[in-house]
């Protein structure tokens, strides 16, 4: 018990001193250069069209679903000032991830992942607490502890991040269950369309996000964007940006054609990601007992999601929010077959700091994300080929004559 409170003590002993170093790094112990609050000054102006002019903000830069608009109203509330109120909140949201992921670590007697929690979300410097992608990070971790053991509140879990970005929504695909799949799909549902119709009645048309998610080229800094780069580096040429929706664009004939390719390589890894749930519930109820494990369900999540952040047209920093939550998930109560593709991730978060000043950087930490997202892919398809090896193996041994 004694050892217990110690580790218990450490842990938040770290937590206390990385936070502290991240918040420092907004400035708000800087008496020089004072806070920069980046994008939560943007919020800031967002929270105040919704309560002046009763819409969703009509910017290009707002690209989020309903919940985003509850987030920046919740975070509003407070009596402070909107920034200090902002840092506060994703710190409280920061301090239950830690929960989340020490509750699995006490089932499962591996503490890698609240480690890599305490030590890889400061890489990020102060990422984590100037956007909102700690938000729906922990709820998707929130709905992988309670995985096909409580499917009412793992599908409301993942309907809620959904309903404030987009990706948890693929969450569901890890539910190999028929109709655990149905019940987490219904609540799902019932969580993401009581989130628009609320905004619907409260703030008009709510399809304006989806017009600049499909109108955006390629960013900057997206795992496409690499060539560009790589010249750079090379020759010193830097590509050709644009300041469009929020972010910085590369405006060429062929960075919009691979912007093209990849909107349609998205969509495969959706299809390849359907395609491994049917083969694995077939599996399953083919005898296959050792793909119900809820370590093969956050084994998948974390597959999946590192997939289409590769993919995607648009790679932002703060998305490698999301990968380090999944990875602690994976590395506390994932399976071995995945710990590689999460320490590689890991190396991409450390150098995604760098990208911003050098073009090397962003070639190595593409490229470890791209090396990370094929060894995951592999991974999870060799585990249902060599299942299916084992079982024909064995059914030899069975019928072989003694």
């Known amino acids: 018990m004694l050892h217990e409170h110690r580790i218990w003590f450490a842990w938040g002993a770290v937590w206390l001193a990385t936070r502290a170093l991240i918040v420092s ?11 920069n609050l ?13 309560e002046t002019v009763g819409q969703m903000p009509a910017e290009e830069s707002w690209q989020y679903p309903p919940g985003a608009a509850y987030l920046m109203l919740l975070v509003a509330l407070t009596p402070v000032a909107f920034g200090d109120s902002f ?9 239950l991830g830690l929960v989340l992921i020490a509750s699995l670590a006490g089932a499962e007697r591996r503490d890698t992942g609240i480690w890599v929690w305490l030590l890889a979300m400061p890489l990020l410097s102060k990422l984590s607490v100037l956007r909102f992608d700690l938000v729906p990070t922990v709820v998707a971790m929130a709905a992988l502890v309670v995985i096909h053991r409580r499917p009412t509140l793992f599908g409301a879990l993942a309907g809620l991040g959904a309903a404030i970005k987009v990706w948890p929504a693929v969450l569901l695909l890890a539910e190999w269950d028929r109709r655990r799949l149905a019940r987490a799909a219904i609540a799902a549902l019932a969580v993401v369309l ?17 017009d600049g998610q499909s109108s955006r080229g390629l960013q900057a800094e997206s795992v496409g964007s690499t060539p560009w780069h790589l010249r750079e580096a090379v ?38 990601a359907a395609g491994w749930w049917l083969l694995r519930e077939r599996a399953i109820r083919s ?5 119900r494990d809820a370590a093969v369900s956050r084994d ?4 999946v999601v590192l997939a289409l952040v590769v993919a995607n047209k ?10 380090v939550g999944l990875a602690a998930v994976v590395l506390t109560a994932g399976t071995p077959r995945l710990a590689r593709p999460a320490w590689t991730v890991l190396a991409a978060t450390a150098l995604t700091w760098g990208v911003f000043d050098s073009s090397f950087s962003l070639v190595l930490r593409n490229t470890a994300l791209v090396v990370a997202a094929l060894d995951a892919a592999l991974a999870m398809a060799v585990v249902l080929r060599r299942g299916a090896a084992d079982a024909e193996v064995a059914g030899a041994a069975l019928r072989r004559p003694w």
Do not use: K
């Open 235 to 272: 020759d010193g040429e830097p590509p050709f940006v644009v300041a469009r929706f929020g972010t910085s664009e590369i405006d060429s004939g062929p960075a919009d054609a691979i912007a093209i390719a990849l909107e349609l390589l998205t969509l495969l890894v959706l299809a390849a």
């Open 287 to 291: 005898g296959r007992a050792d793909l």
């Open 25 to 35: 790094q907004v400035g708000f112990w800087n008496d020089v250069g004072g806070v």
């Open 300 to 303: 998948f999540v974390f597959a």
């Open 314 to 323: 648009v790679l932002s920093p703060q998305f490698m929010i999301w990968l």
């Open 194 to 210: 009581a989130a628009f119709l609320v905004a619907a009645i409260a703030y008009g048309d709510q399809s304006g996000f989806l």
């Open 38 to 50: 980046e994008d939560v000054a943007i919020y800031d102006g967002w929270v105040r069209h919704l």
């Open 87 to 95: 840092v506060a909140t994703m710190l409280v949201v920061d301090l």
